[in-house]
């Protein structure tokens, strides 16, 4: 079992649509969580941190359940430029991340 | 904000030989490095953590006299593909994170497209 999975998507939106992309980390000892975009051939880049209490950045909320060892992020009225693949991300104590293999999302006009 | 480079950007070499990407810290100290592969369409998978002055840890599977580390300075890692063989194509990424900061948030180089032919 890997220790991060997704649903690999692809996701396909409409523009203005709300999206939910979730995760699950099998590491009941992981220490810290994000969301990470990547846009194809780049880098990945830091979205949020996610938080048990949950936490909001404009259109983007995430959710952390540390019970279920569930993440979650949702995003609402869509954005085409929200098309990229977006990458749970749990970090272990000894401060490495361990990545899901992604979510892809394609936002349409 | 903090900025992490790599060099090449872009590499294509025969196979058999040797491959340097380099991985620097541009404003800010990092002892610790860490490269990532990622093959087409999947995820970043972790192939060793480059400790400053200390010799480095690799995943399961990876070969550490295959992918050689050196980590000589707080601002730069080093990751040496030695006699390249096209599977080892694949896109490189090394990232280092700034202590004391919470949350622990890591920055990513821009990556390195290895292409061995």
């Known amino acids: 079992r890997k220790e991060v999975e997704q649903d690999p998507g692809p996701f396909n939106v409409p523009e203005g649509a709300t999206v939910a992309f979730n995760c699950t980390y099998s590491?009941?000892?992981?220490?810290?969580f994000f969301w990470y975009r990547q846009d194809c051939r780049k880098e990945p880049k830091l979205l949020m941190s996610?938080?048990?209490s949950g936490n909001e950045d404009g259109r983007f909320t995430a959710q952390l359940n540390r019970a279920s060892q569930y993440i979650s992020l949702l995003i609402r009225d869509s954005k085409l430029s929200d098309s990229a693949t977006y990458l749970c991300v749990v970090k272990r104590h000894n401060n490495d991340m361990r990545f899901g293999a992604g979510t892809r999302l394609t936002v349409k006009p | 904000g903090a900025v992490v480079s790599q060099h090449p950007s872009r590499v294509i070499c025969k196979s058999g030989t040797s491959v340097k990407i380099e991985c620097r810290s541009l404003d800010f100290q990092a002892t610790t490095m860490f490269w990532y592969r990622q093959f087409p369409k999947k995820s970043l998978m972790l192939m060793a953590t480059?400790?400053?002055?200390?010799?480095?840890?690799?995943e399961q599977g990876v070969e550490k006299d295959k992918f050689l580390i050196n980590h000589a300075s707080l601002t730069l890692s080093t990751l040496t593909v030695t006699s390249a063989h096209p599977e080892d194509s694949s896109f490189y990424i090394c990232?280092?994170?700034?202590?004391?900061?919470?949350?622990?948030?890591?920055?990513f180089g821009p990556g390195t497209r290895l292409t061995v032919t």
């Open positions: 480059s400790n400053e002055g200390s010799k480095a840890t690799y």
């Open positions: 996610v938080y048990s």
């Open positions: 590491n009941s000892a992981s220490q810290s």
């Open positions: 990232s280092a994170p700034i202590s004391g900061r919470e949350p622990y948030e890591q920055y």
